[in-house]
């Protein structure tokens, strides 16, 4: 019976000692966004700075949304110099050549599993225009081993670079070197060249408003 009474004792002053805790806790002014007592906070607040937003450090502010410094380039990036005009589209084609010639076999495979990612649903199989969406654009993609046959590699990296007529830019989707990937296999599917001549700058001297589509 004693024991008993200890045990009854026990847990009334613990729930005594408890409710006065409470109510010291839950008096007076509080910060309306405050989550009260944390317990062991640097489980789940942590202490690293976050990403967009703007810290105190040693007395300085520091904002972590800031743009790269002017002139900086991400490491591995290579800036490409061609612009989005048809200058820049005649350039390529002049100038742009693949960096990646030695390791062509390895790339083009590679580049046969990008082409069925991105391009065969609107250029087709196997590049003739024919792809299932090739139907519902103003007018099919032209065939790699027709009207594009000679259409000159710089070209082909620069039309997926900044997108060309109904295809849009796939710079966000793929890198560089992706691109020069594509770039060869795309080369397979137009086959050997008839002749070193490029004919959309053939088309160009003649009616420039027909090579602009190509």
Known sequence: MKKHYKT???????????LVLTSFTSCGKKDVNSPGVEFMPDMYRSPSLEYYGIHT?????LNSAKKPVEGTVSRGYIPYVYSNTPEGYEQAGLNLHNPYASQKEAFEKD????????????????????????????????????ALKNLPEGKIFHSITYGKNSMGSHASQ??????W???FYVQKLQGPKETASDSTKVEAAVTPSVAAKH
Request: aromatic share 10%; charged share 20%.
């Open 57 to 61: 450090v040693d007395g300085d502010t």
């Open 174 to 179: 793929l890198t560089q070197e992706e691109r």
């Open 111 to 146: 580049g046969e599993v990008l082409y069925g990612k991105f391009c065969v649903h609107c250029h087709g199989a196997a590049g003739a225009g024919d792809g299932k969406v090739a139907g519902k654009l103003p007018g099919p993609p032209p065939a790699y081993n027709g």
């Open 181 to 183: 990937k594509l770039v």
């Open 8 to 18: 009854i004792k026990f847990v009334f002053a613990s729930a005594l000692f408890g």
